[in-house]
């Protein structure tokens, strides 16, 4: 079994900034894609960002449209960890952050690993 820690989460005014990191430990073989979802009250869980492994091409983000250009995603693949800079945030950036990551291994199969949450609030 895979797990992700979470930190980084709180509380900031309109404006500031906030880094989230996310470190998988356990049976780790290889991790493909890690990133972010976020989930606020009564919505459906989103993506935020995504990150390939970049073992062969070099890792290639993907951000949803409502973050591009304020949020950065980077990882660091030596220690398995993910990290999110967000800046500029927004009050409607406030959710439940969820680190995701997945891996497949020699026989294709994908196994799919998700974090606990972390509270990212963005007070006006």
């Known amino acids: 079994q895979v797990q992700l820690v979470e930190s980084g989460g709180g509380l900031v005014q309109a404006g500031g900034s906030l880094r989230l990191s996310c470190t998988a430990s356990?049976?780790?073989?290889?991790?493909?894609?890690m990133g972010w979802y976020h989930q606020a009250p009564g919505k459906q869980r989103e993506l935020v960002a995504g990150?390939?492994?970049?073992?062969?091409?070099?890792?290639?983000?993907n951000y949803a449209d409502s973050v591009k250009g304020r949020f950065t995603i980077a990882r660091d693949n030596a220690q398995n960890t993910v990290y999110l800079q967000m800046n500029s945030l927004k009050p409607e950036d406030t959710a439940v952050y969820y680190c995701?990551?997945?891996?497949?291994?020699?026989?294709?199969?994908?196994?799919?690993?998700w974090g606990q949450g972390t509270q990212v609030t963005v007070s006006s």
């Open positions: 995701y990551a997945y891996q497949v291994d020699g026989l294709l199969r994908r196994f799919d690993y």
């Open positions: 356990g049976r780790i073989f290889s991790v493909n894609t």
């Open positions: 990150i390939t492994s970049g073992i062969t091409s070099g890792g290639k983000p």
